[in-house]
């Protein structure tokens, strides 16, 4: 089920700053989760559930929003904004199939995307954890994901039982705007 999760993480780290590899980052390790993982959790996907975050990219302080928008048998389709202050605003919308976890699309600010291949990174480490962020603290699972190209390391703390959408409670990842921290400030359960 965590399948599920990392795909779907992909839409919340679509951050297209110029010439940024932030999305090309965070997909690829969401997606490397996915297949190097056997956790199972129970996903319980809602319309109108949301969660919503801070995002600090050095200089680039920002807010973002994700929301299930609508899901049908092998559809889930997911929405995310996100305010980047002076960089801007982007709105962007994936779907995936909630039975396999297959992206069928995903789109930014009208043009698509192409997700970066799951082989650039590797799950190095996979452990229980508690964390801190301006929503709470809470238990979920730590991952630390690496970087096959250049050796970069980055995680992702995950509570999909607890934590509305895709289970995203905080992220920290470099890219070329600097470390990329995201943090839950606030979700809604319906």
Do not use: H
Not at 40 to 49: I, L, N, P
Not at 90 to 98: K, T
């Amino acid at each position: 089920m965590f399948k599920k999760l990392f795909l779907a993480l992909g839409l919340i780290f679509s951050i297209n700053v110029k010439a940024a590899t932030i999305n090309d980052v965070i997909v690829s390790i969401n997606q490397k989760i996915i297949f190097e993982t056997n956790i199972t959790a129970g996903f319980d996907w809602k319309v109108g559930d949301s969660a919503k975050y801070n995002l600090n990219a050095g200089f680039i302080k920002g807010s973002m929003a994700i929301a299930v928008k609508a899901i049908t048998a092998d559809l889930l389709t997911l929405s995310q904004d996100m305010d980047l202050g002076f960089a801007g605003k982007q709105a962007c919308e994936m779907q995936i199939n909630p039975n396999t976890g297959e992206t069928k699309s995903m789109v930014c600010n009208g043009q698509n995307q192409q997700l970066p291949n799951k082989d650039d990174s590797e799950v190095t480490d996979m452990q229980d954890d508690t964390v801190t962020v301006p929503a709470g603290t809470f238990q979920c699972v730590r991952f630390t994901i690496q970087n096959k190209k250049d050796g970069k390391t980055s995680e992702q703390w995950v509570n999909p039982k607890l934590v509305p959408v895709v289970g995203l409670i905080k992220t920290t990842a470099p890219s070329q705007l600097g470390q990329v921290t995201i943090e839950l400030t606030s979700f809604k359960k319906n």
